[in-house]
């Protein structure tokens, strides 16, 4: 069973900062990894996914894929109050039609 | 083009009581899925299926079952409900089920055992 580690927080980071929300995961065989954003209330909404090692951006958000730590980190550049949510990390099951395992997600606070 | 739809948003159940959870996609994906979301336990799979005509059962399966009844729609059944199933559901799909696919949520079903 893949496991994937997200510290719950809530991390609480002032408007304007960089936020950084990191994830672990266990299957050193993992390939690709999203981050899904989840709004109280409302359904999961991808927002990254990447499978190589290295950064990856998109408009304020950075992804840091590290293979060798197994560890997958998000930036969230010039942090707004909107950017508040849970962040869920995933990777996918098995060979990707078995479903995504999730870890349970850090709660974002910006703080305007 | 309203992506995944999931029907009823709410619903209470008494124990024992027995109730379908609809899900529908228009978005011609071959893949679907069932997560349940619990406070402290993240979004975790029930059942799936990769293709038409193909159902497995995921990490938690354990009282419900599923059908897929073509390839827009795929359906979650509780069968006797018990408080442990109060939750909320999501139905999810993705276009070819790689491991690279976006998978695109519903908005879920919250569900209240009593």
Not at chain 2, 31 to 46: A, E, K, T, V
Request: aromatic fraction near 10%; hydrophobic fraction near 30%.
């Amino acid at each position: 069973q893949k496991e994937v580690e997200q510290n719950s927080g809530p991390l609480s980071v002032p408007e304007g900062a960089i936020a950084s929300l990191n994830c672990t995961y266990s299957d050193r065989g993992s390939q690709s990894f999203f981050w899904y954003r989840q709004y109280s209330g409302k359904s999961p909404e991808l927002i990254m996914f990447i499978y190589s090692n290295g950064d990856k951006e998109d408009g304020r958000f950075t992804a840091q894929l590290n293979k060798a730590s197994q560890y997958v980190s998000l930036l969230i550049r010039d942090s707004q109050p909107s950017d508040s949510a849970t962040y869920l990390c995933a990777v996918p099951s098995g060979g990707g039609a078995d479903g995504l395992t999730f870890g349970k997600g850090t709660h974002l606070i910006i703080q305007p | 083009n309203a992506g995944v739809t999931q029907t009823p948003k709410f619903q209470v159940l008494k124990t024992g009581q027995s109730m379908t959870l609809q899900c529908a996609q228009d978005m011609n994906h071959n893949s679907m899925y069932w997560y349940r979301q619990d406070p402290g336990m993240g979004l975790r799979l029930i059942y799936y299926s990769a293709s038409e005509g193909t159902t497995d059962k995921g990490e938690v399966p354990n009282g419900y079952n599923v059908s897929r009844l073509n390839k827009r729609e795929f359906s979650l059944r509780l069968e006797s409900a018990a408080p442990s199933q109060t939750s909320v559901y999501f139905c999810a799909s993705s276009d070819t089920g790689s491991t690279t696919d976006t998978q695109y949520f519903g908005p879920g079903t919250r569900l209240t055992v009593l």
